[in-house]
């Protein structure tokens, strides 16, 4: 849910409060359209006795073989005015009950956001006997005005909805997601918080002849993300489960190298060579054992993998990489101001360089979390558990009788310590003896006992004194940690893990170009307008949205026509029949004019 959210957090930020007064006189001074000029001016009052109606709806459309306007629910606010009385509104908010019936009408394609700030979806309508009208939808006031607040620091926005895009095109094209975009299991389109609003003055535009001067329609879209689920993601995690196996098994079999093993035996016999003095030490048996714990990487498969940019989050568990579709169509990467401020009808399209952009940021991202691998395996390297034990056979020499007397063991043991601990000196080491004091009987046992007795006696006594942490310890220490360096298995799995990194910013650059490149499967239209626009017959004719039916402007009488606009538009290409195309907080005013 993290991942989620944070793609359109910045985007919030930058829009600050925004509040944008919707009955307010509108202005022409950012619209610069054509003007429709109907030849002659109006000369009556417009006190009242000119007719009036707005509209506003959150969602309109349809998706796969279900018309929107089936469902109940989402029935919008409208308002019209005959051109007499009181000014007519109407506000109604989606409520929580009325988002869940509408999801569970539409099967999951759709998921409206029912979180608990989901009451800021608002639908309103004004309509006066002045001519003037007033729709608004999404987030909005109850009086209609755009009102998309930026959350503190930290803090949460409600989201608008997500789309299931994998649903839908598997249903619609078939043979694999997408129609075959290779390593695409699933796709999620989350849009942010959006609103939009209209008024129409059509007094003012009776008497002016310009339906343009008369009329403001504007959006605001948060945020857009997409979070497509792949297996380049999962075989991430299992190289790196599969790297980390081999590297224990690696350091585990650097245990029984012949050259460690007898280094560590003559540094043993080293050690003990004052204490053993008089002593005929024969050859160590040495047994050592290396278990590096890698458990650390369980942390780094769970960290959230994301690019300094804020352009991509990868969650290796779930095998998705969540892409900020807004930073990407943003200045920095387009020539466009983002999501906003953009002209009628734009479709949103990804170039070549905000691919390029993401394929640097989830490669840089990448590397960095694999930096991150090669840290955690040296530091689990550094202090892997060491099991180590040296035996050393004893036996006195015995000149008077020309013999050698075996009289024991001494064992040097190290059990179950860390390597830094060994090397450090810190790391406890005993030193234990099993003695077989020879038989005293006789001449000839005589003879014996006289030469081991008092060495055995010695040696005894010594043993009970002697700490070979701070000297043999680091000796030990430092021939293993030689042995395991580098981490034997480590290169192999920076290098697959890099493969895979490769290969998984090559996919998202691939399947994101395939959805909202310039030969997209999905049309994202922000500012979505009448067109051909009523008031304009020139406008070209098939540019989304392409609302039909609208009213068209008339002289006699003099009406305005019927505008509309939708911060959002969603349309699958490429299909002839049961697609998406839905319109998101449309907001849509007129025909206006005087009554008769």
Known sequence: MRADRAWFGATMAALGALVLPLLATPSAASWHDREFDRGSLASASCSTGHVSSAS???LSGSILSTTLSSIASVNGATASSPGSGAAVSSANPLSVSALGSINTQLGGVLALDTGAQAGVLQQFAEARPTGYSAGSAGGVSDSGAISLVAPAAGGTVPRFATVQLG?????????GLGGGISGLSDARLTIGALASYATLDGCAADWSGSVYSALVRQYLVAGLGATLTSPRVSSIVTTTNSGAASIRSSVAAVAGQSGLINSISTA???????TLSGFVVGTPTTTLALDISLSGLATNLATPISDAGGIASIDLGAGTVTVDLARLLGPAYQNSVGLNGLAP???LLLNSTAMSALTTAVSSALTSWITGVSTTVNTAAGILDVDLKVVLPISVAVAALGITVPVGTVTVSASHVRLDQLIAGTAPISVTTQLSPPSCAGITGGIICGVVNPLLTGLTSAVSS???????GPVVGGLIRTAVTPVPGLSALVTALTSDANALASFLSTALSALFGPSALVSLVVNA??????AQASSPAGTPPGWSGVAAPSTRPYRTGQYSVAALRLVTLGVTSGGVAIDLARSTVGSNGPVG
């Open 466 to 472: 002697l700490s070979l942490n701070g000297t043999f």
């Open 529 to 534: 307008q009448n067109s051909p626009d009523p």
């Open 345 to 347: 009808n734009t479709q």
């Open 167 to 175: 649903s839908v095109l598997n249903q619609l094209v078939g043979g």
């Open 56 to 58: 506003g709806q959150v």
């Open 268 to 274: 043993t016999l080293s050690a003990l060579s004052s």
